[in-house]
């Protein structure tokens, strides 16, 4: 069973840049034909598609993030990472990572999910 979990600081300051990491266990982030993706819940707010890395190493944004959002990855650690710079307190929200076996940015379709972590914008 694939399991995600990801890390990264729960705090960080206006104007810097939120750098979050999913590791995965259970699963290899290469295998055909999974897609893994950043989806993050803002207080008060529904779910919000960020971006994916496919099995290839394709990498797909959310336009209204893609300016600010870079997705990369680490096959050898199987991990992947989410960087959003210049963020705001409008950035502050649940991130997870997820995985679903077609392209998709709809966050219902995912079928595994990391248990989130809480990311606040302040100084």
């Known amino acids: 069973q694939v399991q995600l979990q990801e890390s990264g600081p729960g705090l960080v300051k206006p104007s810097q840049t939120l750098s979050l990491t999913c590791t995965v266990s259970?699963?290899?982030?290469?295998?055909?034909?999974?897609?893994w993706s950043w989806i993050r819940q803002p207080p008060g707010k529904g779910l919000e598609w960020m971006g994916a890395?496919?099995?290839?190493?394709?990498?797909y944004y959310s336009p209204s993030l893609k300016s600010r959002t870079s997705i990369s990855r680490d096959t050898s650690k199987n991990q992947f990472t989410l960087q959003l710079s210049s963020v705001t307190p409008e950035d502050t929200a649940v991130y997870y990572c997820?995985?679903?076996?077609?392209?998709?940015?709809?966050?219902?379709?995912?079928?595994?999910w990391g248990q989130g972590t809480q990311v606040t914008v302040s100084s």
């Open positions: 997820a995985r679903v076996d077609y392209y998709t940015e709809l966050p219902h379709e995912y079928d595994y």
């Open positions: 259970g699963g290899s982030i290469t295998t055909n034909y999974y897609y």
């Open positions: 890395i496919a099995y290839s190493g394709s990498i």
